[in-house]
T-cell receptor
Framework: SQQGEEDPQALSIQEGENATMNCSYK?????LQWYRQNSGRGLVHLIL?????REKHSGRLRVTLDTSKKSSSLLITASRAADTASYFC????????????FGQGTRLTINP | NAGVTQTPKFQVLKTGQSMTLQCAQD?????MYWYRQDPGMGLRLIYY???????DKGEVPNGYNVSRLNKREFSLRLESAAPSQTSVYFC????????????FGPGTRLTVT
């Protein structure tokens, strides 16, 4: 079973707009990570937020974490065509072994 | 640094055949992982190796075996391939367990007919 559920499953926006993706999970976590996957490629790490953090920024990315609601969101500001990809959240609930559990992903399309 | 490499990139097997997927990392990472990704799905953990000499089952280990050959290499073996094992397989590594990003290989696309 997959820990994370992402919403929406697909998102299509115009270049320059902001994109927001949400992730919900079921059990307590140590940290939550976001990854990007371009079509036919491996996953690339974007950002990691620990359970005691509420918000984190990296360039045009902003991630929030609400452990009381067991949810996280990824905001991409001023989107670009190159941001077209699938985005996955992954939760680390096991600590030492770091066994990530992935959501099913959000497919983001940026239209020029 | 090449990062995480996987071979082969593509493979077609007939039901019942066996094969080994190879993974190597040159980042001196302690922990390595094997995932599978089915269409429209996220990744599911098959097996992992927290450190050299140890391996453990993940979420979907049935039908697979692994070997942590040394610190660099972690192989995944399908002893008797089944159509349900048609998937894209990804290998990943982390410096050490405990809240670090995982580095992924480019994947192996496997089709079992």
């Amino acid at each position: 079973s997959q820990q994370g559920e992402e919403d929406p499953q697909a998102l299509s926006i115009q270049e320059g707009e902001n994109a927001t993706m949400n992730c919900s999970y079921k059990t307590s976590i140590n940290n939550l990570q976001w990854y990007r996957q371009n079509s036919g490629r491996g996953l690339v790490h974007l950002i990691l937020i620990r359970s005691n953090e509420r918000e984190k920024h990296s360039g045009r990315l902003r991630v929030t974490l609400d452990t009381s609601k067991k949810s996280s969101s990824l905001l991409i500001t001023a989107s670009r065509a190159a941001d077209t990809a699938s985005y996955f959240c992954a939760t680390d609930a096991y600590g030492g072994a770091q066994k990530l559990v992935f959501g099913q992903g959000t497919r983001l399309t940026i239209n020029p | 640094n090449a990062g995480v490499t996987q071979t082969p990139k593509f493979q077609v097997l007939k039901t019942g055949q066996s094969m080994t997927l190879q993974c190597a990392q040159d980042m001196n990472h302690n922990s390595m992982y094997w995932y599978r990704q089915d269409p429209g799905m996220g990744l599911r953990l098959i097996y992992y190796s927290a450190s050299e000499g140890t391996t453990d089952k993940g979420e979907v280990p049935n039908g697979y075996n692994v070997s942590r050959l040394n610190k660099r290499e972690f192989s995944l073996r399908l002893e008797s391939a089944a159509p349900s094992q048609t998937s894209v397989y990804f290998c990943a590594s982390v410096p050490r367990a405990g809240g670090y990003e995982q580095y992924f290989g480019p994947g192996t696309r496997l089709t079992v007919t």
